[in-house]
């Protein structure tokens, strides 16, 4: 359990050096929302990325709340994205694959239909 839980902490860490590549203003509740994490998990992942020198803060000036920042990915977060990136990428078509041959067994179960073969008329899934 405890490296698909890595495997998640993993993906929102990617998922917000994505976003705030992108979009350095965005607020922690907008990334949050974005990465479908609380808040609070946000503002965690954030700490621990500003922690490690993956991502400074700066003063969003033209925001009107001086409160607000920009969180900036340093030459080190880049270089760890692309790393990030590259783990995720290989995870995900590890899934592809699993979901294809899972797929393929469904379809052997229950006679080769396949979506773009719908059914004949009267015949049922079931059987």
Do not use: C
Request: glycine share 8%; charged share 30%.
């Amino acid at each position: 359990m405890a490296g698909r839980q890595t495997d998640l902490q993993e993906d929102a860490r990617f998922r917000i050096l994505r976003l705030l590549e992108e979009n350095p203003e965005m607020s922690q509740r907008e990334l949050a929302d974005a990465v479908g994490i609380s808040t609070g998990s946000a503002h965690y992942v954030l700490g621990a990325l500003v922690e490690r020198g993956l991502v400074k803060l700066g003063n969003f000036s033209a925001s009107e709340d001086k409160r607000r920042y920009a969180y900036i990915l340093t030459p080190k977060g880049v270089a760890e994205k692309a790393a990030i990136t590259k783990r995720f990428l290989a995870r995900k078509l590890e899934e592809y694959e699993a979901l294809r041959r899972e797929i393929r067994e469904l379809r052997a179960e229950i006679g080769g239909i396949s979506p773009a073969r719908p059914p004949k008329q009267g015949a049922s899934l079931n059987n």
